[in-house]
């Protein structure tokens, strides 16, 4: 499978990445790309939650709504100016936290896409990491995020749907049953799955993604998820593509973007 879109990408205003969007539009460019999303995380206001969960999910590191504005908005608008031979789509990674559509509808406004990622969530009163050893009960209240959030036609992908397995050994019928729910959901609001490259080992997860391939109109795209310049399409890209052909999976090339007011 050839490769001529990407639509998430990091750089360096999340605290975590590296490069700048011109960075990664050279990159797609030197290889041949059509079209390009950047989706850094988005800035998320300190006041939704204690400073210790801000900081302990990193929250504190990422770009502000100044930078937001004054930095990443601007440098899109430049690269789409000066590069008009690829399209450039402007994205955020974003999570879900309930409670706030104004704030959203206002970035959602700005851009293209949001890109919806889960990488924490409220559950049995606490916020959860996705990233540590999560129980049954977080799982579940993980795929109640995902339908809340799915509900408001906000996103057009829900990146790596399958974090929620992080942690597990084994794949029992529980966490099919989820699995299937998540796959339905994204298929009732025509939402993308995406198959993410950056798991190091950990996803894509194959029993997840042998459930996606018995329904066929499930929308699935394939994310590079780079956070440095040589993994936009770097070796786990291409491990991710041959993932995806092995399993038989319908990749779609390019993402359809979801119209927003
Ligand atoms: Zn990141
Ligand atoms: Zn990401």
Request: charged share 25%; proline share 4%; with cysteine.
């Given at each position: ?31 041949h790309y059509?079209?390009?999303g ?27 709504l ?16 000066k590069?008009?031979?690829?399209h ?39 916020i ?18 995902l ?10 992908t ?11 050994q ?12 998540i ?22 997860k194959?029993?997840?993604w042998?459930?996606?391939?018995e ?13 440095r ?28 973007l979801?119209?927003?007011k």
């Amino acid at each position: 499978m050839k490769r001529i879109t990407n639509y998430h990408s990091h750089i360096a205003l999340c605290g975590h990445a590296e490069g700048t969007v011109e960075d990664y539009i050279q990159e797609a460019i030197r290889n041949h790309y059509e079209e390009v999303g950047i989706s850094d995380h988005a800035p998320i206001p300190s006041e939704w939650m204690p400073f210790s969960t801000y900081q302990y999910l990193w929250l504190d590191q990422m770009m502000t709504l100044q930078d937001f504005n004054e930095k990443y908005l601007p440098e899109l608008e430049m690269c789409i100016k000066k590069y008009p031979m690829i399209h450039i789509l402007k994205g955020l990674e974003i999570e879900y936290v309930p409670h706030h559509l104004d704030y959203y509808d206002m970035l959602r406004r700005k851009l293209d896409y949001f890109n919806l990622g889960i990488h924490y969530f409220q559950s049995e009163n606490n916020i959860v990491s996705t990233y540590d050893h999560i129980s049954n009960q977080n799982m579940i209240d993980y795929v109640q995020t995902l339908e809340e959030a799915i509900k408001t036609g906000l996103f057009t992908t829900f990146v790596h749907p399958d974090l929620y397995l992080l942690c597990v050994q084994n794949f029992t019928s529980f966490h099919e049953q989820l699995a299937r729910k998540i796959i339905e959901l994204c298929i009732k609001y025509q939402v993308y799955l995406e198959v993410n490259a950056n798991g190091k080992g950990k996803y894509p997860k194959e029993e997840f993604w042998k459930i996606v391939k018995e329904y066929p109109d499930a929308l699935i795209l394939i994310g590079s998820d780079a956070h440095r310049i040589q993994d936009f399409h770097g070796k786990q890209v291409k491990d991710a593509i041959s993932f995806a052909e092995k399993l038989g999976l319908n990749i779609q090339e390019r993402m359809k973007l979801k119209p927003w007011k």
